[in-house]
């Protein structure tokens, strides 16, 4: 069985040769990976938003397939469609870019709501509907979107129901100055840097056993009741008006169990939850009216209520040791937890 940790180092190894400073996003990446998840994008341009989709498809071995969108793009061009050959007078199915490994929406809010919701099946049961058939898309699937903040023209904003369907929500910032003077050096050096320059490092089959053993990482009740107290604490919320939903408390448990396995652990700790609530709940949070005109955000919220949810015990280190102690009496006693090697 394929080691989480190892691949998760190996990826970020390879991509380190053209990235710089990136390490969150190929770390949330590779969890969204492991956990059936999609990545949204979020950056000004010129940050390597699809550049780092590119890499991370080529580092992976996985088949890549990039949707410029556009206000004119229809859903047949994203899912693809029948075309009628004049000489043999029959149809054939022409699919579209969605039917690879790594699918980038390039500038998914310049697509229009119907284009947008052609991916809402595709991300959410793995299949496309064309014309009625039902076609199963390839695995591991995964959907990186990108979009600007700071160019609304021209622009449809998602609904909640399609953030609701990516797992992470990242911020790509601009480099700071030691690492964009590293960024110039390197490409000084080598100026062809870049996707074509990544080796594939890692066969899409280890990525399929990755994920069945980040499946096994034991959870603790206590964490799943951390979990449970902070969904609650966001539907309860005076500046939130609709909090998260059992889908978001769904994701966050994958995802933390994911997070765990990378970083060489067969159990979930309050850490892991911590690390991912954010880029897991902000995008899925509906601002109430009065937190929007006091300019109160949706990470603000959060930050507000990982203050007050207490994680489990009142001594962490002794609260981690509880739940390696209980994973271990876990395992001893029915078996079901593998040990990473």
């Known amino acids: 069985m394929t080691d989480p940790a190892t691949l998760y180092d190996t990826l970020r190894e390879e991509m380190q040769t053209v990235l710089i400073g990136n390490d969150p996003i190929i770390e949330k990446f590779t969890v969204a990976l492991l956990s059936e998840g999609h990545v949204l994008l979020e950056g000004v341009p010129g940050v390597a938003k699809t550049t780092m989709a590119n890499l991370f498809a080529r580092a992976s071995g996985l088949e890549y397939g990039r949707i410029q969108m556009t206000p004119d793009v229809l859903p047949a061009d994203v899912t693809g469609t029948h075309i009628y050959h004049e000489q043999s007078g029959e149809f054939s199915l022409q699919r579209g870019p969605v039917f690879k490994n790594v699918v980038v929406a390039d500038e998914i809010n310049r697509a229009t709501p119907k284009t947008q919701s052609a991916l809402l099946e595709a991300m959410q049961e793995r299949t496309v509907t064309i014309e009625g058939e039902t076609l199963s898309l390839p695995e591991p699937f995964i959907v990186l979107a990108t979009q600007n903040p700071i160019e609304m023209e021209g622009t449809f904003e998602l609904p909640e129901a399609q953030r609701d369907r990516f797992l992470f929500k990242l911020t790509v910032d601009l480099p700071d100055r030691a690492e964009e003077s590293q960024l110039l050096d390197r490409f000084n050096t080598t100026p062809d840097l870049g996707p074509g320059t ?33 969904v609650a604490a966001t539907r309860d919320h005076d500046d939130i008006a609709h909090g998260t939903s059992p889908r978001a408390s769904l994701a966050l448990l994958d995802a933390t169990k994911a997070r765990a396995a990378i970083h060489g652990r067969d159990y979930v700790i309050p850490d892991d939850v911590k690390a991912l609530v954010r880029p897991t709940f902000a995008h899925r949070l509906v601002m109430s009216t009065e937190a929007e005109l006091g300019g109160v955000t949706a990470a603000e919220a959060l930050d507000e209520i990982m203050t007050t949810v207490q994680p489990p015990g009142s001594d962490p280190e002794a609260e981690q040791e509880g739940v390696v102690s209980n994973a ?14």
């Open 198 to 230: 990544i080796r594939q490092v890692v066969e899409p089959t280890e990525i399929i056993e990755a994920r069945e053993t980040a499946a096994n990482v034991h959870v603790d009740d206590r964490v799943k009741d951390y979990i449970l107290d902070i």
């Open 328 to 341: 271990a009496s876990d395992t001893a006693s029915d078996g079901v937890r593998r040990k990473f090697r």
